[in-house]
């Protein structure tokens, strides 16, 4: 929200990976999501919630440079790849949302497990809900195509080779 709150959704995404967090003995927290609408980036949000639930500073990192679904997951996978805390990922989101994180994630070489999370169907309607999943559907391709043009750009980079 602008003024630094949670949103009902972000509340949900926190109490979910904190549920999940209680299930593991050491567990590291990646929270992602630039700033939009004049607020505080969504990272920054989350990491204070976490903090304010007792989790420690140095479990949780922070990528807020994030501005959509497939920049953030880009930048998580640099960082999971750079701390190696874990072998797999839970996706700690929106139920409609974490297929396409998975996926992308897939299409990284990052592990990730199934994870059951809160749901907010209740809380913004059948017709809102319905929308996320058609949204959700259409952003896969397009994510996937831009995620494995990318890919395509850094080897050629990393091979001396002039894209142009």
């Known amino acids: 929200m ?6 009902g959704a972000m509340q949900r995404r926190v109490e979910g990976a904190l549920a999940l967090g209680r299930m593991s003995p050491d567990p590291f927290y990646v929270v992602t999501g ?5 607020g505080p980036a969504e990272a920054d949000v989350m990491k204070v919630e976490l903090r304010r639930r007792g989790v420690p500073e140095e479990r949780i990192v922070t990528e807020a440079a994030s501005r959509d679904t497939l920049s953030s997951i880009v930048n998580c996978a640099r960082l999971v790849r750079g701390y ?3 072998d797999a990922v839970y996706v700690c989101s929106d139920r409609y949302h974490i297929p396409r994180c998975r996926w992308l994630f897939w299409l990284l070489g990052i592990r990730t497990r199934p994870v059951i ?3 907010g169907r209740s809380a913004i309607g059948n017709l ?3 929308c996320y999943y058609v949204r959700e559907a259409a952003a896969m391709p397009v994510d996937t ?3 494995l043009a990318h890919r ?6 990393s091979l001396g080779c002039v894209c142009s």
Do not use: E, F, H, Q
């Open 117 to 119: 999370m809160p749901s």
């Open 2 to 7: 602008p003024d630094g709150n949670p949103s």
């Open 128 to 130: 809102r809900w319905t």
């Open 84 to 86: 190696r805390v874990a």
């Open 34 to 38: 630039g700033a939009s609408g004049g």
């Open 152 to 157: 395509l750009i850094r080897a050629g980079d």
């Open 145 to 147: 195509v831009l995620l």
